[in-house]
């Protein structure tokens, strides 16, 4: 092999490998392999069942729809984080990746005592006949909750770096503000909200801790695929927890792909 | 010191950045690489230095075959483009950490590494900014603390990547006759990478014209700029207009354009030779190698800007513009003339390389 | 009055979106962390000291600082390796490999605690050999670390490859053109120019180590005082209804994550003495 102009090539990506083949790889081929003890009939049945229909939809859409809520709120903090010097400033920049610092226990926990029938937010709620605690809200707020710092960092380094001579520019066309942020840069944008979304998404669908308190776990109602994972767990059925686990990468696999490619689609066009 | 490049080859996948190089430096010289961006002059540079490796050839310094040694062991002084300082050491220590890495064997005491690098940085001017972080000097500073770090190995071959690349025109001038008073009192044996012609003739005793890979001329400033090896070196060098035509066996003919037919006997290069052969050339001419006669002719005067006694003319000749010297007071703008050339550098147009 | 006034908002406009971002922020996300620790309290401190004194308490404390004293200096090292040759080579596959180790981020926790129940549960692959020779990996300690090691994988690598990457290598050339080995080039060359960072990506890779619930919650077996964590023990706490306990626990874990927040945003204004400069 080619000699390289620095050392410590092959001692860096030996590590490595080892390192990543033994903790990741090896473990993954396992879930890529198991559910197949079942045979391919088997997986289906095991993954046909309600239950499991029920609780990889509410895992899918709810993670979809909790993402697709916090663009616009993602939108608003980067944009002001970016644009505007104001006092608290620093303290929204921080506040912002709360829920990357906090363990998921936590914030379910305290997510459930806010929204709770009696909690500071969930009474009021309660009160105007809006129940978010041990329903298919409260799984949604969870996953929005943690989902958030997402598209704030995705969107926030992108807007930083938008040249501010287009939006000039613009202006001295005659374009009024509004007309400037809706067709300069809010196109400019997209690629990076996209990317937001799709990292939000994936991270929700995924998510257990902070859901588990609030969603009351309700099998066909309010029951998440994680979820199910653990409680075929729980019956020693390692093959349909796995066919479960398969089943979510291979979604959120095919999500992401989708994602990307419109990403592309969008710059084309 | 002396230094022999044989049979050198590189390639980047497709891309061959090296095509059979060979060269030779002796001890004191000062060598410049001329090129355009992507002739491969920085491959060289980095495979001197051993941040790169041949696929073949040979590079012999003191009569060793160095080509597969890496960096560490080569003792060459490398000077970076950006200078490549160690951001977050002092002055002091990025020109201190060549000899406070070698090993505990060789290695100087700490004493005596202090006083070798105040030496040095007395001698570069900038003794006073020993403490100060690379972000706290100005850039022609930091050229100076990236040559004491380099020095400070007391190198048997120094390189320097475009040395004046990242400086303003100003501070550049400077340094040039600096660092040749300076290769010159510490007896370097320098190579520099440059695509400025100025900077190379200015400065180097021997230089070598690199185009795609090759080196097209290795000689002394003057004589490159007298006798260029083929039409690239002609083109790139000395500001000569380019004109396609033919050679006949009686003189050269313009195409495209109304300038008149010069006999052999005032041609230069190669080609004007009597018996050099004829066909498809190309002609390079000097803006001072023309002569212009006021009063009806071929050309007329477009813009004329004084420059030094003389006058910068651009005169439109047919469809194309012609940049010539003219005395002072000559012509008018919007005047005609007869504008002849006095002579021409003459390549017949034949594929320069054949592709290996 | 804004240096750019061609394109600035009205400034009713600008308090406006400010203030809607405060509000909305503050209601969304402070909330939830005010709510636990007035849970916490709610009963004074009394109690609250009882919970975490309590020897079960005590004992997820222990166990969890055992493993992220595992999994952190580990997954510190693999991140280094990993971003010193993406970083600062060139070789076919380089992409591949650093998609695979962002991989985990992308894995449900619960996912990544499976995972190891598969390869050595009891019913899994090298279950039954690990039964034949007495050794316990899940429900026990190594499964909890390496459930750990599993989701906190990429935070070391993905702190240090962008700035590795865009500091290049062109110091490290210059290192070995001096003589510099490589050794020397890391640690006197690379590591100072990175340690914020690297300091910054170790703070986060603590914390989730520290806070993470699904992936060990699959592997734990929650015995009691024996394989589980502070996050397991809160859950436990709670579906026992000893709710001041449980937000006593989460309080705690909260704090952790408020300091480390703090850690991070002083990092990445340049480090103590400003000295990042990137």
Same mark, same amino acid.
């Given at each position: 092999m080619r000699q390289r102009s620095l050392p410590g090539f092959g001692v860096s990506l030996g590590v490595t490998l080892v390192w990543l083949v033994g903790l990741v790889l090896v473990p993954l081929l396992a879930l890529l392999l198991r559910p197949w003890e079942l045979g391919p009939l088997g997986v289906w049945k095991s993954l046909a069942e309600p239950r499991v229909l029920a609780a990889l939809r509410l895992s899918f859409l709810g993670a979809l729809a909790a993402s697709a809520a916090m663009l616009p709120l993602g939108l608003l903090v980067a944009w002001v984080l970016v644009r505007y010097r104001f006092p608290g400033r620093r303290l929204l920049d921080g506040v912002v990746d709360l829920p990357f610092a906090l363990p998921t226990a936590v914030a379910g926990l305290a997510l459930t005592a806010l929204y709770a029938p009696n909690g500071w937010l969930g009474a009021p709620l309660d009160a105007l006949g809006l129940k978010v605690a041990y329903t298919p809200l409260g799984v949604g707020l969870a996953m929005a909750f943690v989902g958030l710092p997402f598209v704030v960092r995705t969107v926030e380094p992108v807007l930083r770096d938008l040249p501010l001579e287009a939006e000039e520019a613009a202006a001295t066309l005659g374009a009024s503000r509004p007309q400037v942020v809706w067709r300069v840069v809010l196109p400019a944008l997209a690629p990076a909200l996209l990317a937001g979304f799709a990292m939000a998404s994936a991270r929700a669908i995924g998510e257990y801790g902070s859901v588990i308190f609030i969603a009351g776990?309700?099998?066909?109602?309010?029951?998440?695929a994680p979820l199910l994972i653990v409680v075929r767990l729980e019956q020693f059925d390692y093959a349909g927890a796995a066919a479960v686990g398969l089943a979510m990468l291979a979604l959120s696999f095919l999500l992401l792909l989708g994602l990307n490619l419109a990403t592309r689609f969008w710059r084309r066009a | 010191m002396s230094l022999a490049l044989r049979g050198l080859r590189r390639s980047f996948g497709p891309a061959q950045a090296l095509r059979d190089i060979a060269l030779e430096v002796k001890g004191g010289e000062f060598v410049a690489l001329l090129g355009p961006s992507g002739s491969g002059k920085t491959t060289l540079l980095r495979i001197l230095a051993g941040l790169d490796f041949p696929d073949q050839g040979e590079v012999r310094i003191d009569d060793q075959d160095m080509a597969q040694v890496p960096a560490r062991h080569r003792r060459i002084g490398f000077v970076f483009q950006?200078? $490549?300082?160690?951001?977050?050491?002092?002055v002091f220590e990025n020109v201190a950490f060549g000899l406070r890495v070698r090993p505990r064997s060789s290695r100087p005491h700490e004493a005596e590494i202090a006083a070798r690098v105040r030496r040095l940085l007395e001698r570069m001017q900038i003794a006073e900014l020993e403490r100060r972080l690379p972000e706290q000097i100005s850039g022609g500073q930091r050229q100076r603390v990236a040559l004491a770090r380099a020095l400070a190995i007391e190198p048997r071959l120094l390189l320097l990547d475009?040395?004046? /690349?990242?400086?303003?025109a100003e501070v550049r001038k400077g340094l040039r006759h600096w660092l040749r008073a300076l290769h010159v009192e510490l007896n370097l044996t320098s190579l520099f990478v440059t695509h400025d012609q100025d900077e190379a003739m200015e400065l180097a005793d021997r230089v070598a014209v690199m185009q795609a890979g090759r080196i097209v001329q290795f000689d002394t400033p003057a004589r490159i700029l007298d006798q260029p090896a083929n039409g690239f070196v002609a083109g790139f060098i000395g500001q000569a207009q380019r004109f396609a035509g033919r050679l006949t066996p009686q003189e050269l003919v313009f195409d495209g354009i109304p300038l008149a037919p010069l006999p052999r006997h005032r041609l230069l290069g190669e $080609? $004007?030779?009597? /018996?050099a052969g004829q066909g498809p050339a190309e002609a390079f001419i000097r803006a001072h190698e023309w002569r212009a006669t006021p009063g009806p002719g071929n050309a007329v005067l477009t813009s004329a800007r004084p420059a030094g006694g003389r006058v910068q003319a651009v005169f439109a000749l047919g469809d194309s513009l012609v940049e010539a010297e003219l005395p002072p007071g000559l012509l008018e703008p919007g005047e005609p003339c007869q504008l002849d050339p006095l002579t021409a550098r003459v390549f017949l147009a034949e594929a320069p390389f054949a592709a290996p | 009055m804004s240096p750019r006034p061609a394109i600035a908002e009205p400034r009713w406009a600008r308090i406006f979106l400010c203030g809607l971002a405060l509000l909305l922020l503050a209601l969304f996300l402070l909330l939830p962390l005010a709510a636990v620790f007035t849970e916490a309290l709610r009963r004074g401190w009394g109690p609250v000291w009882q919970a975490l004194s309590d020897p079960d308490a005590i004992a997820a404390i222990e166990l969890t600082l055992l493993v992220a004293a595992i999994a952190v200096p580990v997954n510190t090292i693999g991140g280094v390796a990993g971003a010193w040759c993406i970083a600062k080579f060139d070789f076919p596959g380089r992409a591949l490999l650093l998609a695979l180790i962002e991989l985990p981020f992308s894995v449900s926790p619960v996912i990544s605690g499976l995972v190891w129940v598969l390869l050595f549960g009891a019913h899994g692959w090298f279950g039954p050999w690990l039964q034949a020779h007495d050794l316990q990996i899940v429900f026990a300690l190594p499964g909890l670390v390496l459930a750990t090691l599993f989701v906190t994988f990429p935070f070391v690598a993905r702190t240090l490859i962008p700035l590795m990457q865009e500091q290049g290598r062109s110091a490290e050339e210059a290192a070995a053109t001096l003589g510099a080995s490589g050794w020397q080039t890391f640690f006197r060359v690379t590591l100072p120019e990175i340690r914020w960072a690297l300091l910054s990506g170790v703070l986060l890779c603590n914390a989730r180590a520290m806070g993470e619930f699904g992936a060990v919650s699959v592997v734990s077996g929650h015995v009691r005082g024996e394989t589980n964590t502070m996050p397991l023990h809160i859950e436990i706490l709670y579906n026992e209804y000893q709710f001041v306990g449980a937000f006593a626990v989460a309080a705690l874990l909260a704090l952790l994550a408020l300091v480390t927040l703090a850690a991070k945003a002083l990092l990445e204004r340049g480090g103590p003495r400003g000295s990042l400069a990137a």
């Open positions: 776990n309700m099998p066909m109602v309010s029951e998440i | 950006h200078y $490549a300082l160690f951001r977050h050491m002092t475009e040395p004046f /690349g990242a400086l303003d $080609a $004007a030779a009597p /018996g | -």
